[in-house]
């Protein structure tokens, strides 16, 4: 059974599958006393980095019926529980043995670029810029360098117990593309067919907790935001929003929204909730804005129109009101959300 960590052992021929031919392997520190060093494999080739990412991230297939154990892949930003409540309606098992599951299950979010920076110990990919790489045997790098005969690259940890001057040390390439056992593995089971790809907001968004946002939802939540004992019972709500539908609504809420997600600073579902529904970006748009906005992602209709319309009439300024009797009309290339043909593109 393989530990859940990004650094599993990489096997040569899975690099050679991958199309990776000037990969070479380095230490990194994976661990914050510095006493453990993983290997990991670095290459140049930014396309084949990439390549691999995608493997890893674009989904290939939505249907939960095709598929009976999913791995997590670490630093997902949804709870594991979540995950393993929504897995269960639909008799999926979530396991931290990816060797024995048919699916991973991925938050897109699995990179990191990083300069002189701490090793980030739970990204698969890792764009590392400007580094340094000690090949001297001392401290704890001696066993790893003995073992293996792989130069460690340098990160910020070890400056806390090291010099950088006390070593011998050269330049790493300017940008090295670095791919953690586990993301050449999984990249190669993907590859080979052995193994779907589902993206986390597929298997939240099946779930029979999801509910659709309501006029009268918003208002409640709006009223229980003023109450410090309600604002416990909205951080269990919004996770259960679909965002997708009813985007004037999901306008109303991020308005109110906007700047109080320090309320729950500690709850991950949240924070993935808020990001995927880019509340954010939205709460700081006006109703003109955010009719634009879904008409350009396709989610406007006629009644999400008719939603924000008047609000966009009531933000008009018009000066020299004294003299001049003006009269207000849609532009022509929105009258056509005026009738009720149009139906929401989910």
């Keep these: 059974m393989a530990k859940k960590t990004v650094f599993q052992v990489i096997d040569n021929a899975d690099v050679i599958n991958l199309g990776i031919e000037d990969g070479v392997y380095y230490g990194v520190c994976a661990s914050s006393s510095l006493d453990e060093i993983a ?7 930014i396309e084949k980095y990439q390549e691999v990412e995608e493997l890893l991230v674009n989904e290939t297939t939505s249907d939960l019926t095709t598929v009976k154990k999913g791995f997590v892949l670490p630093g997902c930003s949804v709870s594991a529980d979540r995950l393993k ?4 309606e639909h008799s999926i098992t979530i396991t931290n043995d990816y060797e024995s599951a048919d699916f991973i299950l991925t938050d897109g979010m699995i990179t990191a670029d990083c300069r002189n920076e701490k090793y980030p110990t739970s990204k698969l990919l890792v764009e590392w810029t400007n580094g340094y790489v000690i090949n001297d045997l001392k401290n ?4 790893y360098v003995e073992a293996t005969g792989n130069t460690v690259l340098w990160d910020d940890r070890c400056n806390q117990y090291w010099n950088l001057s006390n070593f011998d040390y050269e330049s790493a390439p300017y940008t090295c593309y670095i791919l953690t056992g586990l993301a050449v593995n999984l ?17 939240l968004s099946s779930s029979a907790n999801i509910q659709p946002l309501t006029k009268q939802l918003v208002n409640d939540m709006i009223g229980m935001l003023n109450c410090a004992d309600d604002r416990e019972m909205v951080g269990a709500l919004l996770p259960t929003i679909d965002y997708r539908k009813t985007p004037a609504l999901m306008w109303q809420l991020a308005c109110k929204l906007r700047g109080k997600d320090y309320y729950w600073p500690r709850n991950k579902d949240i924070k993935y909730w808020w ?19 879904y008409d350009k992602l396709g989610k406007l209709d006629s009644e999400n129109f008719k939603m924000l319309e008047p609000i966009c009439r009531e933000e008009i300024s018009i000066s020299n009101r ?15 959300y005026l009738t009720n043909k149009t139906k929401t593109n989910e």
């Excluded at 290997?39 to 080739?45: G, I, N, P, Q, R």
């Excluded at 004294?322 to 056509?336: D, G, I």
């Design 322 to 336: 004294s003299l001049y009797v003006f009269r207000v009309a849609v532009n022509p290339k929105w009258r056509k």
């Design 187 to 203: 990249a190669t089971k993907i590859k080979g067919g052995e193994m779907n790809v589902i993206e986390v907001d597929t298997l």
């Design 39 to 45: 290997t990991v494999l670095v290459t140049e080739d």
């Design 275 to 293: 990001a995927v529904a880019n509340i954010d970006q939205l709460g700081y748009m006006c109703a003109e804005e955010a009719v634009i906005h």
């Design 85 to 88: 409540e929504a897995a269960k």
């Design 140 to 143: 704890s790098v001696l066993d």
